[in-house]
């Protein structure tokens, strides 16, 4: 079945380091994919996606690019900031189902 | 314009008790989903109601129930909690249950089941 993997946390970085996390997925098909955010005590909430291969998501200088041939769609950030740290989700859904497969998130610490 | 809203934000339970955790959306969205989040788990998916007046189980059903009351409110139910249900619960909903749609998640429900 469908899966995905990302890498296993805490990180940990300074302000304005260079943040990578790493998500590779198994899907049939062609998934629609996306990385959610989420802050502590809340819910998740889009952080960016991408809907075909080769397309790239970013948001708020976080950018993920779908790459069919890896499989994989990992998130990048230049510089990271303190109000950066939080978890962080890969998911994907595929096309005719109504379900998103989550991985189980990457937790990011910003340290100033 | 609220979002998705769940209550009660946190709860105690007694093995074997029973009890309703309530969501609405006011986005006007067809599909509404319920997950479970789990230290080392991510999130998984329990139950989900594609549009109004359907519902389909998800990964982890076994022990709960949902109802679709009308287009904005779906809620979950514990019949008889046991402690291996101890966990924070997230409902979300989405405009079409359809794959590359976002999905709006609630502020959760924490559940602690002695």
């Known amino acids: 079945g469908d899966s995905v993997t990302q890498m296993e946390g805490p990180v940990t970085l300074s302000e304005e380091a260079f943040l990578t996390i790493n998500c590779t997925y198994t899907?049939?098909?062609?998934?629609?994919l996306f990385w959610y955010v989420q802050y502590p005590g809340e819910g998740l909430q889009l952080l960016l996606k991408?809907?075909?291969?080769?397309d790239k998501g970013s948001n708020k200088g976080f950018e993920a690019t779908y790459r069919k041939e890896t499989t994989s769609f990992h998130l990048e950030k230049g510089s990271v900031q303190v109000s950066d740290s939080a978890v962080y989700f890969c998911?994907?859904?595929?096309?005719?189902?109504?379900?998103?497969?989550f991985g189980t998130g990457t937790r990011l610490k910003v340290l100033a | 314009n609220a979002g998705v809203t769940q209550t009660p934000k946190f709860q105690v339970l007694k093995t074997g008790q029973s009890m309703t955790l309530q969501c609405a959306q006011d986005?006007?969205?067809?599909?509404m989903y319920w997950y479970r989040q789990d230290p080392g788990m991510g999130l998984r998916l329990i139950y989900y109601?594609?549009?109004?007046?359907?519902?389909d189980k998800g990964e982890v059903p076994n022990g709960y129930n949902v109802s679709r009351l009308n287009k904005r409110e779906f809620s979950l139910r514990l019949e008889s909690a046991a402690p291996s249900q101890t966990s924070v619960y997230f409902c979300?909903?989405?405009?079409?249950?359809?794959?590359?749609?976002?999905?709006?998640f609630g502020p959760g429900t924490r559940l602690t089941v002695t």
């Open positions: 991408a809907t075909k291969a080769d």
């Open positions: 899907a049939t098909g062609y998934p629609s």
């Open positions: 998911a994907l859904s595929s096309s005719g189902t109504y379900k998103y497969i």
């Open positions: 979300a909903s989405s405009e079409k249950g359809q794959a590359h749609y976002e999905q709006y």
């Open positions: 109601s594609a549009s109004e007046g359907t519902t």
């Open positions: 986005m006007n969205h067809n599909s």
